[in-house]
């Protein structure tokens, strides 16, 4: 059983940037498309970025980034220029698609979930 953990959250300064990690056990990630999600108060969860398990990108937001380490078992989120409105919980989430060209960003598609970490962006 795949397990997701969130780490790297905390408060930033707006126009920072910060890394979320997102660590896998209990399986390799390397089969699964793997997408960040965050979810604000009072607003629907939106889907942020994702790498397919061909390591293809997709990204709504051009400020944040996605990577993977492969020999870690990590898929990181890294955020640049952040501002109060990105102040919310981030969700990493695996779907198991081996070789997949393609990702999307939509929830209702991964199976596993991590706890979520929180980011506030606040002077």
């Known amino acids: 059983q795949l397990k997701l953990v969130e780490s790297g959250g905390g408060l930033v300064q707006p126009g920072g940037s910060l890394t979320l990690s997102c660590a896998g056990s209990?399986?390799?990630?390397?089969?699964?498309?793997i997408g960040w999600f965050r979810q604000a108060p009072g607003k629907e969860r939106e889907g942020v970025s994702c790498?397919?398990?061909?390591a293809v990108i997709s990204s709504v937001k051009g400020r944040f980034t996605i990577s993977r380490d492969r020999a870690k078992n990590m898929v990181y989120l890294h955020l640049i220029s952040l501002k109060p409105e990105d102040t919310a919980d981030y969700y990493c989430?695996?779907?198991?698609?081996?070789?997949?060209?393609?990702?999307?960003?939509?929830?209702?598609?991964?199976?596993?979930w991590g706890q979520g970490i929180q980011v506030t962006v606040s002077s």
């Open positions: 790498i397919s398990s061909s």
């Open positions: 989430a695996a779907d198991w698609i081996p070789a997949a060209v393609v990702c999307t960003m939509k929830s209702t598609n991964y199976k596993y």
């Open positions: 209990g399986s390799t990630l390397d089969d699964y498309n």
